[in-house]
């Protein structure tokens, strides 16, 4: 087992600013879609999951999510650290199952979600070709 180099006290401290909202691939997403002259609302607190971005008028919910986080199967910043495996596999599996459900409940609610990882933004034409695809169905 490796040991972390900094104590619990400082990891904590360094866990406690990572943000859940306004993350630079979020922000990168947003201003793509303003660009693309797209109108949406951010974190929705009404709707399962509280999704990054919503576009009412097409029914769409767009979750931009953080490899290591929401556990990107298959992609190299997935991966789990060495140490406390049991602590982070649970919460590794607590994120995954919570991720399923809300995006679950969501397309019950006749809601169309997509779910960005933040290593696709490397290809930022294909994303914005997504979202595209996304808008224009309806239109």
């Not at 490796?2 to 691939?25: F, Y």
């Not at 793509?32 to 509280?50: I, S, Y």
């Not at 607590?94 to 809601?111: F, G, P, V, Y």
């Amino acid at each position: 087992m490796c040991t972390d180099i900094v104590t619990p006290e400082q990891r904590s401290r360094l866990m406690a600013q990572i943000k859940g909202k306004n993350t630079k691939p979020e922000l990168i997403i947003r201003s793509l879609c303003h660009e693309m002259g797209l109108r949406f609302r951010l974190h929705r607190k009404d709707l399962p999951g509280t999704p990054d971005l919503v576009f009412p008028r097409y029914r769409l919910c767009i979750f931009v999510h953080g490899c290591f986080w929401h556990r990107h199967i298959g992609c190299k910043y997935s991966h789990t650290p060495k140490s406390r495996h049991e602590f982070w596999s649970k919460k590794f599996n607590s994120n995954a199952t919570r991720d399923e459900q809300s995006i679950n409940k969501l397309k019950l609610m006749d809601w169309r979600v997509e779910v960005i990882w933040e290593c696709e933004l490397k290809d930022i034409d294909r994303i914005e070709e997504r979202i595209y695809l996304l808008t224009k169905t309806l239109d």
